[in-house]
């Protein structure tokens, strides 16, 4: 079997996956602390779909960890088509939670009486801007995942 | 060749293209008439996506309406990646664009003091609804080629 840059088990994965988890981490992070976050509805979406981000990639990052200190893992097109699907929705999910995030956040900073203080829409702002690089690594992901499919 | 429903040349392809270009049409429609949209960057970059959307899908809806009714024409593998790219590249962009305008139009809807009178605001909604129900066929028709790519 050919090594695939960036497919499950590969370090370039591990990098992907750490990106990933790295990333939806901060995204939380900064929309939770000192934040009301639940008085908008896309920042509660966005907290809950970078909540289902972080276990997902931990998961996939200890997997391809495993593979690439201690021995490789046999690839079954199933849990491919699986692991792919899931990147997918992810990152279809992570987009859509960014595009809100930012939007909202546009028009709380522009808004005719700004409803926001400077400080907290620094964070909103640094919130999207961190789900948006979740998500293009999420679709990385998932290419380089259907890439193997394709050749296995 | 065998026959991939959907894919570019089929009739189902030329309904999912007739979808698209319904769907992005209603939602400049809703958007534009006797509405303000331009002062808030959600519903300007809204318009701006569906009005790539609707030229892309007529001249692809003209194209498999031309192989359905006339006769096939050959599918070069360059040429399917080249609609498959844009296809994708568009289905994020409406997403994106979808997503943005109904979380900016639930904001002003629910805001402390309601920044929409009730008639805009259910433009505002139905302009979103379409859009996203203009990801999702953009999305299919992807989708669709790319099987098609895969079996050439």
Request: glycine share 6%; net charge neutral.
């Amino acid at each position: 079997m050919d090594e695939v840059p960036g497919a499950l088990g590969s370090s370039a994965s591990l990098a992907l996956r750490f990106g990933q988890t790295i990333f939806s981490s901060g995204s939380i992070l900064f929309m939770s602390f000192h934040v009301e976050f639940y008085s908008y509805t896309s920042f509660c979406y966005l907290v809950t779909v970078m909540g289902l981000v972080i276990p997902w990639s931990m998961a996939l990052g200890l997997v391809d960890g495993y593979a690439v200190f201690f021995k490789n893992l046999p690839r079954r097109p199933r849990v491919m088509l699986f692991v792919i699907a899931g990147d997918w929705v992810l990152a279809f999910l992570s987009l859509a939670a960014a595009c809100s995030t930012a939007s909202v956040t546009e028009l709380l900073m522009h808004a005719s009486q700004p409803n926001c203080p400077a400080k907290l829409c620094n964070r909103y702002q640094i919130s999207a801007a961190t789900a948006f690089l979740s998500w293009f690594m999420l679709f990385a992901s998932s290419l380089f995942n259907l890439w193997l499919l394709a050749s296995l």
